[in-house]
């Protein structure tokens, strides 16, 4: 099973930029779709976005335009690029891997997932 590791999170200013990384160990990365999660507090885990194996990307509608996901399968790492980041955008981040090879944005068909990494915009 593959053991995913994110890093990149912090703390930025409303309107700046950061990229959050996720790197696995493992069985092959480039077999997996990627997804992208975050939570607030008091709040249920969402959907961001997720890179199929085939690279194409899907994005919830208040990330759209915002937001980059992309792999490097090479490096066995996946990214989150952040740009116009919004107090609304303070959350833990979470990547995780789902090893059918259909996209979902459902928590719960992902079977691995990182640690989370904290990402706070302060005003």
């Known amino acids: 099973q593959v053991q995913l590791v994110e890093s990149g999170g912090g703390t930025v200013q409303a309107g700046g930029s950061l990229t959050l990384s996720c790197t696995a160990s493992?069985?092959?990365?480039?077999?997996?779709?990627m997804g992208w999660f975050r939570q607030a507090p008091g709040k249920e885990r969402e959907f961001v976005g997720l890179?199929?194996?085939?690279?194409?990307?899907y994005y919830t509608d208040t990330v759209k335009g915002r937001f980059t996901i992309s792999r490097d399968n090479g490096k066995s790492t996946a990214y989150l690029s952040m740009n116009s980041l919004t107090l609304e955008d303070s959350a833990v981040y979470y990547c995780?891997?789902?090893?059918?090879?259909?996209?979902?944005?459902?928590?719960?068909?992902?079977?691995?997932w990182g640690q989370g990494t904290q990402v706070t915009v302060s005003s």
């Open positions: 995780a891997a789902r090893t059918d090879i259909g996209v979902s944005r459902r928590p719960d068909h992902y079977e691995c």
């Open positions: 493992g069985p092959t990365f480039s077999r997996y779709v």
């Open positions: 890179i199929s194996r085939a690279e194409n990307t």
